[in-house]
């Protein structure tokens, strides 16, 4: 990839790959498929650090909207909660900005279809910019739709997905962007991800929100918003979902 030397200088020692890799067009299968590492087993961990917000705490969905801003639709199970296919995203009823947040997942089992039609949801930090979940396991698709994609920016760096009805753990942080009193953008959106304990994404800038055969611009948006999870139409499970502020914007 061409990389000028000005925005090499730019960027601090190391940091030279974080950017989108203009290789390849969005979505290519011709990409390379991120290499397969085992995980190692699940730890079931319930616990949340004391200045976590707790966002599922295994009992109600209390702290979630559904689209209309009413109760949020999904279904409460045995500790965790699920997709009801069609009824749309839910988004947390607290906004939030610059965040650690703590989420786990599971794919359905068996599992059905095949590629992006196999157990797909997303983490939408701020509502906007999606952490792919799907069932990445003996599951090829365009690398930048895989789980713990950046989905159609960043391909996760390698596969550490669990079968379909395990449980996967995500530990994201994130940067909003920041603009400044024109509107330009000053400080992209940066997400880092560990996927069942492994980096797939490493503080990568955001080219704006994530979204399909396309990358549209950013537009200028408040501090702090909702973090909304997918209904792709498929019944993926969540558990265990806590959130710590990393900056208390406008207070
Ligand atoms: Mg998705």
Redesign the pocket.
């Known amino acids: 990839m061409a990389i000028g030397l000005a925005s090499l200088l730019l960027l601090p020692a190391g940091r030279a790959s974080a950017q989108v890799d203009t290789r390849w067009a969005q979505h290519s299968m011709e990409r390379p498929q991120p290499a397969v590492v085992d995980p190692g087993p699940y730890v079931r961990d319930d616990g949340r650090p004391a200045d976590a917000v707790a966002l599922f705490d295994g009992h109600d969905l209390s702290a979630w909207r559904g689209q209309d801003g009413g109760p949020a639709p999904w279904v409460v199970k045995d500790g965790y909660f699920e997709v009801k296919p069609g009824s749309g995203m839910i988004h947390t009823a607290q906004g939030f900005g610059d965040v650690q947040l703590h989420i786990e997942w599971s794919a359905p089992a068996p599992p059905t279809g095949e590629g ?1 039609e196999r157990g ?3 983490v939408f930090l701020q509502g906007r910019y ?1 952490v ?3 069932d990445s396991y003996h599951n090829p698709t365009y690398a930048d ?1 895989a789980a713990g994609a950046v ?1 159609g920016q960043y391909p996760p760096l390698v596969n550490p997905a669990r079968p379909p009805g395990q449980w996967n753990v995500y530990d994201i942080v994130f940067r909003r962007p920041r603009f400044d009193a024109a509107g330009k953008v000053t400080s992209p959106a940066r997400i880092t991800v560990f996927f069942n304990g492994v980096l797939v994404q490493d503080d990568v800038p955001l080219t704006g929100p994530t979204a399909y055969q396309h990358r549209p611009p950013y537009e200028v948006t408040p501090p702090t918003l909702p973090l909304a999870l ?1 209904d ?1 139409g498929y019944p993926v499970r969540f558990r265990n979902v806590w959130i710590r502020e990393l900056s208390k914007e406008g207070r």
């Open positions: 992006q797909n949801s997303g999606e792919q979940v799907l739709g989905f997918q792709h």
